[in-house]
């Protein structure tokens, strides 16, 4: 069991930055993949980055590539997702989320934090 606290969220204009963070509980946390996902209002939850577990292997959607980042810092329990030249497209909340197996079918989800971009 892993409990996630994502934070970072909030409001920012387009073409602004943003760094979400993901704070794991437990002495598990390097055993995890970790990945983010995002949901805009009316749309589906989306996968938007991943992480495997030593965080030498990193993947974006298309959408986000150049602009965004994933990263993880073991020693801290913390998974990051770096949000540059940030477009009103990418609001919504986002979850960042704890997989045994693949990043993009987690077992573990946080709460959620809210990423609004204005135009």
Do not use: H
Request: overall charge positive.
């Amino acid at each position: 069991q892993v409990q996630l606290v994502e934070s970072g969220g909030g409001l920012v204009e387009a073409g602004g930055s943003l760094r979400l963070s993901c704070a794991a509980s437990g002495r598990t946390f390097s055993t995890y993949a970790m990945g983010w996902f995002r949901q805009a209002p009316g749309k589906e939850r989306e996968f938007v980055a991943g992480i495997n577990r030593g965080g030498g292997t990193t993947y974006v959607i298309d959408t986000v590539k150049g602009r965004f980042t994933i990263s993880r810092d073991n020693a801290k329990n913390t998974v990051y997702l770096q949000m540059n030249s940030l477009k009103p497209e990418d609001t919504a909340i986002y979850y960042c989320a704890a997989a045994r197996i693949s990043a993009r079918s987690p077992d573990f989800w946080g709460q959620g934090t809210q990423v609004t971009v204005s135009s």
